[in-house]
DNA sequence: CTGAAAGCGCTTACAG
DNA sequence: CTGAAAGCGCTTACAG
């Protein structure tokens, strides 16, 4: 920087206020001798100088509950492109469904001096608001949040998607619609199984499966509920990584999907539209949320209702 | 860390070879006293400014070709442990099979003053070495490098994979064995794609399918060659991203895998064990090579042979 | 509109 | 074994 200072015959100063557009204004002749000098010295600033002295770094930190799950890595990916078209770089971590290992990743990322930090955060994770304040640094959780977490959640609108599921299945005849939740399911799959239950009749507790989110436990499910004969005729799946297991056990058990078993699926990442058969969905707007998120971290104001889910039907249901 | 010297009542130096553990002996006393003073302030020292000092970040860049392809986000999680495993901090950025935006992110980054690069590239992407170099940055390519790139590649041994999954096929008792590449298949592709070929018999172009790495493709490809009557008894895929979206076109147009269509995938992701049916897969190892990668960029000189992709039969192929 | 200079929070030669 | 001090490359109040 200084020598492109006395190259152009100026000061670091105006070499700063030149590169960053301000703060203060530069005569344009000043202007251009300075640029010419940085072009010809190829000068680039660096930005850990000046993330000390103007402390900030522009970068965010992405903190994901599981990312292998590619629910989790799309939401990641629709984030990472919101924050890039911000010239904001992400520092990434996976938190692999420990709150302990959450704990510790916000804490080097705040070390690190990110920003802002972005946490799709899982069942029972513990808020971390606290921390992040400490550092005075914006937070906002995605899709899922923890109870009583200070900080804003964005998710989507998971009542209305599961109401959606149930009144597509009733269109093709079912009266007993099934349900697929987690195993201990608060935030967002709460939400959808509740929707669910105040449309399911008399005895929704009868209809109600639950498994881990993963596909080799809904595997196993459904091939146990073939074997005991008690496989629902319509079954709603609160995630997708579960409707892809309930597809895989499904064929080995000989059961033909949709015809003796109707199924949505309320996830619908890339994933659902190449299954066999392909999967009837709503389709979380991941993009939105992201947009939203990464809106939010930067402008506390900012609001945005919930984004909807909408119903993407294909062959699972029957159609 | 001024404050914590002066409550430890040494110097800011002592306190910095405390929290670092060198480069220079503290005497043990001395030691206890910075620490208890660290605690009892709650310092946290300050990565920023260490990075600027110390000309080293402890953050590594990582970019993919294609973030939304599971197997790139697989080997992503990888690299991702890996590192973190060494405390290092990651800042992710997808490619989306541009060279242009790889370039870009590769400037950003140097501008961010990674310590390292790790680079999954694709078909096509220009050679970022020289950039690299430039910067004194080590860079090291998986899965796949550019054509005559000079930095190292981490890949498995494709031509194994290749090999296995025809034996495994001619076992079945299938003699004319298809394979599925990609529209323009150098790198790892091609490899597999030669070796499947060296073994394919007298005719092996009119075996040779492409298609380009998705589900939706592959999906298009098998529909059509069933409404002409032309779907092979068995077929090799060179990705599961591909593999997949055969199932799901075969399950449209009513082909039974394996019974009319033994199938075969050669990367082996998670996602292949709870597709229906299950895909009969070469597992490639991408845990190993994320380690081998780490290694490398870190030691130039560690070297360790290409590993192997392991048969794991599932269904698909007829077992 | 511009320059000289302080200071961000560290690390590390230098001197003892 | 330890301390005083320079300096990493910027940004920004301060003074003109």
Known sequence: ???????????????????????????????????AAAAELGYRPNRIARALRSRTTGVVGLILADSPNPY???????????????????????????????RRLVDRFLAAQVDALVIVSADGGEDVTPQAEAAGVPIV?????????????????????????????????????????????????????????????DDPDALLLRCAYTRADADVLIRRLADDDAVPRALITATDEQA?????????????????????SLDGTPESAHTAPALTVTRQPLRAMAEHAVELVFDPAFHAPAARAPLVVRRSCGC
Chains 1, 2 share one sequence.
């Open 1 to 35: 920087m200084a020598d492109v200072a006395r190259r152009a015959g100026t000061s670091t100063a105006v070499v700063s206020y030149v590169m960053n557009d301000g703060p203060r204004a530069v005569a344009a002749a000043t202007r251009e001798r300075v640029l």
């Open 72 to 102: 989790f890595g799309d939401l990641a990916r629709h984030v990472e492109r919101a924050l890039d078209e911000r010239d904001r770089l992400v520092l990434i971590g996976n938190a692999g469904y420990s709150a302990e290992r959450q």
């Open 141 to 201: 959780y995605v899709h899922h949040g923890p109870d009583g977490g200070r900080a804003p959640l964005v998710e989507a609108d998971n009542q209305h998607a599961a109401q959606e599921a149930v009144e597509h299945l009733r269109g093709h005849g079912h009266a007993r619609i099934a349900f697929l939740s987690g195993t201990h399911d608060g935030g967002p799959v709460g939400r959808r199984r509740a929707a669910w239950q105040a449309l399911a009749g």
């Open 244 to 264: 892809i297991g309930i597809l895989s056990g499904a064929w080995a058990s000989g059961i033909a999907v949709p015809d003796e078993l109707a199924l949505i």
